[in-house]
Nanobody, 127 residues
Framework: QVQLVESGGGSVQAGGSLRLSCATF????????MGWFRQAPGKEREGVAAIYTGGGNTYYADSVKGRFTISQDNAKNTVYLQMNSLKPEDTAMYYC????????????????????WGQGTQVTVSS
């Protein structure tokens, strides 16, 4: 059974940093598409960053390029999202997602492409 467990959320001031972790359980970690998504109140869930664990290919939303970095630790079956220079508009519930189906680059941040989701971790950025 696939399980994804996020951690690392919290409250920070604008300009600060947080690192989110997504620990994965119950499946073979290699060759998996892993994504970070976020959802603010009243808004749709949007893709933030994604990685293909089989090759390390990464993809980012324009809104976070240069500020966020997605990475993986294969030994720990864990994916991370390092968030720097945080802004109030980054405030949202952040979700980790996984899927095994092959994806083109343009679909790696599409939430409908992912079948497995964690429970989310809250990130709040104050001005």
């Amino acid at each position: 059974q696939v399980q994804l467990v996020e951690s690392g959320g919290g409250s920070v001031q604008a300009g600060g940093s947080l690192r989110l972790s997504c620990a994965t359980f119950g499946y073979t970690y290699s060759s998996t598409y892993m994504g970070w998504f976020r959802q603010a109140p009243g808004k749709e869930r949007e893709g933030v960053a994604a990685i293909y664990t089989g090759g390390g290919n990464t993809y980012y939303a324009d809104s976070v390029k240069g500020r966020f970095t997605i990475s993986q630790d294969n030994a720990k079956n864990t994916v991370y999202l390092q968030m720097n220079s945080l802004k109030p508009e980054d405030t949202a519930m952040y979700y980790c997602a996984a899927d095994f189906s092959r994806k083109t680059v343009g679909r790696m941040l599409n939430r409908y492409e992912y079948n497995y989701w964690g429970q989310g971790t809250q990130v709040t950025v104050s001005s």
